[in-house]
């Protein structure tokens, strides 16, 4: 079984760009979870995607967006990029609602870096 | 509230020595619990998970964690360090929501390093 996805695993912008980031999960999986991950604030959850519908945000700003499709891949959106928004994106995977002993799935990650 | 607190942030150990890396958690139901490791530059990848059965849970590479109620703790430990070991870990909680789908709740993380 292929494992979690994700494109690009690195990437360079300039501030005030925008970006999109994409993750496939585990064949079967409805649940795609997205984390900034920075040496100063750890892993931050950004926003959870169940069946296509957001289900579970974090303390971001505006300019993080993301949507899932039917085929349950994600992609998360960062608009007017600012320098801080440099970090590791984590995506996971979990087969969905309801299985709390159920373990998340990452993906290697996409290292963004905004200059 | 669910939480989730790593008591150190670094921990070093020489290679074929023990490891204890520290996990405390904060739950108003049974929780479901993990440890999860993370090399340079990579994603995390699953240890072992705590989920109401033995409260001993052996994982990949020699780990294993005691789930202990009545401390509130889940800390993992290994017998021998490998240089391969050097990577950061993080202890998880699985909190609900309602609606009836979890979350999981991430520690600080700790960063282990290995010395020959």
């Known amino acids: 079984k292929a494992g979690v996805t994700q494109t690009p695993r690195y990437l360079i912008k300039t501030r005030g760009q925008q970006v999109t980031l994409s993750c496939s999960p585990i064949s079967g999986h409805r649940s795609v979870s997205w984390y900034q991950q920075t040496p100063g604030q750890g892993l931050q959850f950004l926003f959870e995607?169940?069946?296509?519908?957001?289900?579970n945000k974090g303390n971001f700003p505006g300019r993080f967006s993301g949507r899932q499709f039917s085929n349950s891949r994600s992609e998360m959106n960062v608009s007017t990029l600012e320098l801080g928004d440099s970090a590791l994106y984590l995506c996971?995977?979990?087969?969905?609602?309801?299985?709390?002993?159920?373990?998340?799935?990452f993906g290697q990650g996409t290292r963004l870096t905004v200059v | 509230a669910q939480s989730v607190t790593q008591l150190d942030s670094h921990v070093s150990v020489s290679e074929g020595t023990p490891v204890l890396l520290r996990c405390n958690y904060s739950?108003?139901?049974?929780?479901?619990l993990f440890w999860y490791v993370q090399h340079p530059n990579k994603g995390l990848q699953l240890l072992l998970k705590?989920?109401?059965?033995?409260?001993l849970v052996k994982g990949i590479n020699g780990f294993e964690a005691e789930f202990k109620k009545s401390e509130t703790s889940f800390h993992l430990t290994k017998p021998s360090a490998h240089m391969s070991d050097a990577a950061e870990y993080f202890c998880?909680?699985?909190?609900?929501?309602?609606?009836?789908?979890?979350?999981?709740?991430f520690g600080a993380g700790t960063r282990l390093a290995v010395h020959p």
């Open positions: 998880v909680v699985s909190t609900r929501f309602s609606g009836g789908y979890n979350k999981l709740i």
């Open positions: 739950s108003s139901y049974s929780p479901s």
């Open positions: 996971a995977s979990s087969p969905g609602q309801g299985v709390m002993n159920t373990e998340a799935f």
């Open positions: 995607y169940f069946s296509e519908t957001q289900r």
């Open positions: 705590y989920t109401s059965a033995a409260t």
